[in-house]
């Protein structure tokens, strides 16, 4: 990580940021150099970063910022929630986290699809850091398909029984909660699942995955698990599951935000390697293929600054088309792969060494084309609007 205080205020001086936005990147920023990236290494020996980050980001008043203030959360906007997602992808220890520390959307799920007294009851323990929770849809034999599930929840009485499992869930082991999306005899409906303690669940061990860091994903098993009726998010309104994956295009979005800040994060720590290291007599930055290669990342890069600045904007006046969202995660995925690439490249043997944060953030921008939605699905998705 050293040298890196050095490099460009990466995410300043963008129109679409005011002051007060502007206030709460320092202090983000200042939570991942205090709090993540002097430990990432510790944590990667232990197995997982701790669960007591969260805490100390909630205490730092960094989680749910964009959520109302009568909920617990900052009564910021959504750009609140880009900035920390940006942040994530700015940070050199970004990758070592996974998607780790970006579980705002979870609460975006239980603010779009939830009760009023569900919001009061679940959003301050999201803001606090206290629930760590995420939206539990893909299953073994189904990913982006809410039609094909295979989880049930019947009911009994005052409460519902919950059979089947989830994969893929980031923080698996740290978890407190799950919102489950299940099949019912009235039709497909989430569930605000406890985790911790609750008989019938069982979390696995974090699943080995390409990227070795500090974070990851379990499957999470259910069996005759027991659910108070309350505890079905948004009760019986129908509209529950369409509103819940309503934040699936919002989630897109800062997670495009977060890609598009690790491409830039990863271009500038490639700029400030070649120029100091040394190849045939010269600077490896004074070949042309270098220039080259680097004019053409600095393009890509401006090109997917502007169109996301532009959504972002769209966004938080109301007016974001899903298209728009999927399209931006489309080609900002694509493009991420292509500067990562380049980036490891010019590195040399260092980039495939894990001391250097180029190599996490390369095998990191891999997933982004298949999580959220893989790459086929978002063409699926503006496809139909041809």
Same mark, same amino acid.
């Given at each position: 990580?050293?040298?890196?205080?050095?490099?460009?205020?990466?995410?300043?001086?963008?129109?679409?940021?005011?002051?007060?936005?502007?206030?709460?990147?320092?202090?983000?920023?200042?939570?991942?150099?205090?709090?993540?990236?002097?430990?990432?290494?510790?944590?990667?020996?232990?197995?997982?970063?701790?669960?007591? %980050?969260?805490?100390?980001?909630?205490?730092?008043?960094? %989680?749910?910022?964009?959520?109302?203030?009568?909920?617990?959360?900052?009564?910021?906007?959504?750009?609140?929630?880009?900035?920390?997602?940006?942040?994530? /992808?700015?940070?050199?220890?970004?990758?070592?986290?996974?998607?780790?520390?970006?579980?705002?959307?979870?609460?975006?799920?239980?603010?779009?699809?939830?009760?009023?007294?569900? $919001?009061?009851?679940? %959003?301050?323990?999201?803001?606090?850091?206290?629930?760590?929770?995420? %939206?539990?849809?893909?299953?073994?034999?189904?990913? @982006?398909?809410?039609?094909?599930?295979? &989880?049930?929840?019947?009911?009994?009485?005052?409460?519902?029984?919950?059979?089947?499992?989830?994969?893929?869930?980031?923080?698996?082991?740290?978890?407190?909660?799950?919102?489950?999306?299940?099949?019912?005899?009235?039709? &497909?409906?989430?569930?605000?699942?406890?985790?911790?303690?609750?008989?019938?669940?069982?979390? @696995?061990?974090?699943?080995?995955?390409?990227?070795?860091?500090?974070?990851?994903?379990?499957?999470?098993?259910?069996?005759?698990?027991?659910?108070?009726?309350?505890?079905?998010?948004?009760?019986?309104? $129908?509209?529950?599951?369409?509103?819940?994956?309503?934040?699936? &295009?919002? /989630?897109?979005?800062?997670?495009?935000?977060?890609?598009?800040?690790?491409?830039?994060?990863?271009?500038?720590?490639?700029?400030?390697?070649? $120029?100091?290291?040394?190849?045939?007599?010269?600077?490896?930055?004074?070949?042309?293929?270098?220039?080259?290669?680097?004019?053409?990342?600095?393009?890509?890069?401006?090109?997917?600054?502007?169109?996301?600045?532009?959504?972002?904007?769209?966004?938080?006046?109301?007016?974001?088309?899903?298209?728009?969202?999927?399209?931006? $995660?489309?080609?900002?995925?694509?493009?991420?792969?292509?500067?990562?690439?380049?980036?490891?490249?010019?590195?040399?043997?260092?980039?495939?060494?894990?001391?250097?944060?180029?190599?996490?953030?390369?095998?990191?921008?891999?997933?982004?084309?298949?999580?959220?939605?893989?790459?086929?699905?978002?063409?699926?998705?503006?496809?139909?609007?041809?």
């Amino acid at each position: 990580m050293d040298g890196l205080d050095a490099l460009p205020g990466l995410g300043f001086d963008r129109p679409i940021f005011s002051e007060e936005h502007n206030a709460f990147r320092t202090s983000t920023r200042r939570f991942f150099r205090k709090e993540v990236e002097p430990n990432v290494r510790q944590w990667e020996k232990d197995g997982f970063f701790p669960a007591e %980050l969260f805490r100390k980001a909630g205490q730092a008043g960094l %989680l749910c910022a964009g959520i109302p203030a009568q909920y617990g959360g900052g009564g910021g906007d959504f750009l609140h929630v880009t900035i920390f997602n940006e942040e994530h /992808g700015y940070s050199p220890a970004g990758a070592a986290l996974e998607s780790g520390m970006a579980t705002d959307t979870s609460a975006y799920v239980v603010l779009f699809a939830g009760t009023e007294e569900q $919001k009061q009851e679940w %959003l301050p323990g999201f803001a606090k850091g206290e629930i760590i929770a995420e %939206l539990g849809l893909t299953e073994g034999q189904s990913g @982006s398909d809410p039609a094909s599930i295979q &989880t049930t929840a019947r009911r009994d009485g005052d409460d519902f029984i919950l059979n089947g499992s989830k994969m893929w869930m980031t923080n698996g082991p740290i978890l407190t909660n799950l919102i489950v999306v299940a099949r019912t005899e009235a039709g &497909t409906r989430l569930f605000f699942v406890p985790l911790q303690n609750t008989k019938g669940v069982t979390v @696995s061990k974090h699943t080995e995955l390409m990227l070795k860091s500090s974070g990851g994903v379990s499957e999470i098993f259910f069996d005759e698990v027991r659910i108070p009726a309350r505890n079905q998010l948004g009760g019986d309104d $129908k509209r529950s599951l369409a509103n819940a994956l309503a934040t699936v &295009t919002v /989630g897109r979005l800062v997670t495009a935000a977060r890609m598009l800040a690790a491409c830039e994060l990863a271009y500038h720590m490639t700029v400030d390697f070649v $120029k100091n290291r040394k190849a045939f007599g010269q600077r490896i930055f004074d070949f042309q293929n270098t220039q080259f290669k680097l004019a053409s990342i600095k393009t890509e890069i401006a090109v997917g600054r502007g169109y996301l600045d532009q959504l972002l904007l769209r966004n938080l006046h109301g007016r974001l088309d899903p298209v728009e969202s999927a399209m931006a $995660k489309l080609w900002i995925s694509e493009m991420e792969g292509r500067v990562m690439d380049e980036c490891l490249q010019l590195f040399g043997g260092a980039g495939y060494s894990n001391e250097y944060p180029i190599s996490k953030m390369y095998a990191f921008a891999r997933v982004h084309r298949i999580f959220l939605g893989t790459s086929e699905i978002q063409r699926v998705t503006i496809a139909r609007t041809i």
